[in-house]
């Protein structure tokens, strides 16, 4: 079935079990009945985005999104306050009797700050604070079967933070729920 590994093996510091699903299907199921037995802290590896797998790994939903529109109400805010500094207090001009401070005027700036603010937000949020990146080295990557992640295979570690992880009972409960080639990987 899969390779379970030596006593010694399982004495040193590691990630979690990891067991291959044959497809996208049977690993969903294989996440939801897993869950239901009391697992929490489960990862997938995929080809591919698969509907509905992140209710079933319980996911939260991301705060990037709020993160996003923060900071680009905050560059509205710049751009708003700072066109109104220039021209009603710093050097206020009356051209033609138009007012010092009209919004219709400022729009395009406040769209251009917004934007910018907002992208810069989305680009760093995501790869600094919520998806930790660049991470140059995961434990993943010691799973013999690591190299088809991106290509055909569907892979599901419970990881070693779980409460009720033991390695042992993890790789039955791989195997129970399907999973072909299974084992503990180390850290």
Known sequence: MGFLGSQQQLEGSFYGAVGTFDDDR????????????????????TPFPIHGIDEALGARQSRLGWFVVCCGLTGTTIATTFIWWASDISYRLTIGGKPPFDVTFSVPIMFEVTILLSAFASVFGMFGLWNKLPQLYHPIFNYSNAERINDDAFVLAIEAEDPRFDPQECIKVL?????????????
């Open 26 to 45: 049977d690993l969903v199921h294989a996440i939801e009945k897993i869950r239901r037995q009391g697992y929490s802290k489960l990862e997938a590896y």
């Open 175 to 187: 195997q129970s729920a399907g999973a072909r080639i299974v084992e503990v990987v180390e850290n």
